[in-house]
């Protein structure tokens, strides 16, 4: 077509911001978390840092994009399921645009996190 670019350039969406990181989570401990989710000191000087949150996931999607997603895949009044549920984005905008939702997480300490988000 004559464009430039890679395909990324339509689906750009920036960073769960902190307030939609750590919606529903109030009066949830604050722990440090990663980039990488490990528990341990970081050991990268890129990823050292002294962040913390009530949501310590360390791959929380913006609501915005898993809205969107749910909106893209799921028929009016259907299902959303997400076998891998751990902060509960997906749970969140599911539940926002109207659809309902079935989440799976083996981890207690993500499922407590998904639960206080998508109640």
Excluded: W
């Excluded at 077509?1 to 109030?26: E, I, L, P, W």
């Excluded at 949830?28 to 002294?50: F, L, V």
């Excluded at 997400?82 to 645009?97: C, K, Q």
Aim: proline share 5%; charged share 25%.
């Amino acid at each position: 077509m004559g464009d430039d670019g890679s395909a990324a350039r339509f689906f750009y969406c920036a960073k769960a911001s902190k307030k939609d990181r750590n919606a529903g989570c109030d009066g949830m401990a604050e722990k440090q978390y990663s980039h990488d989710g490990r528990d341990k000191p970081i050991e990268n000087a890129y990823q050292r840092n002294n962040s913390v949150s009530a949501n310590n996931h360390p791959t929380v999607k913006p609501q915005a994009l898993m809205s969107y997603l749910c909106r893209l895949v799921t028929q009016p009044g259907g299902v959303v399921l997400d076998p891998f549920m751990g902060s509960g984005s997906t749970g969140r905008a599911a539940l926002s645009e109207g659809f309902d939702f079935i989440g799976i997480e083996r981890e207690p300490e993500y499922f407590a996190i998904a639960e206080a988000r998508c109640g």
